[in-house]
């Protein structure tokens, strides 16, 4: 199983990125997709998860109404718009997979069973 992230780069404060997160047919039809981040010395956050069928998304709280995740099954493929980007943000954002739905504990790594390699996210002037 395999999850490439991209979309990731060097934004000024108050600008957007949209992450994308490729994976396998197999994987986007019968699995939810969560997005993580890491920034240095800190453990890894949850951010948002979207269920196997879209229907459902959830969001941490500090990202709230700045972050957008989608997801585009016919391309294979799970997306998180961040706008109103803050030095905050920055850190390594990872996806990854687990079965069916994230509405139990959506931002707990170890339910998730398939991760990416991470995609670098800094958010600086």
């Known amino acids: 199983v395999q999850l490439v992230e991209s979309g990731g780069g060097l934004v000024q404060p108050g600008g957007s990125l949209r992450l994308s997160c490729a994976a396998s047919?197999?994987?986007?039809?019968?699995?939810?997709i969560g997005w993580f981040r890491q920034a240095p010395g800190k453990e890894r956050e949850g951010v948002s998860c979207?269920?196997?069928?879209?229907?459902?998304?959830y969001y941490t709280d500090s990202v709230k109404g700045r972050f957008t995740i989608s997801r585009d099954n016919a391309k294979n493929t799970v997306y998180l718009q961040m706008n109103t980007l803050e030095p905050k943000d920055t850190a390594v954002y990872y996806c990854?997979?687990?079965?069916?739905?994230?509405?139990?504990?959506?931002?707990?790594?170890?339910?998730?069973?398939?991760w990416g390699q991470g995609t670098q996210v800094t958010v600086s002037s």
């Open positions: 979207i269920s196997d069928s879209g229907g459902i998304a």
């Open positions: 047919k197999f994987i986007l039809d019968n699995y939810a």
């Open positions: 990854a997979a687990r079965p069916w739905s994230c509405s139990s504990t959506p931002f707990v790594p170890n339910r998730y069973d398939y």
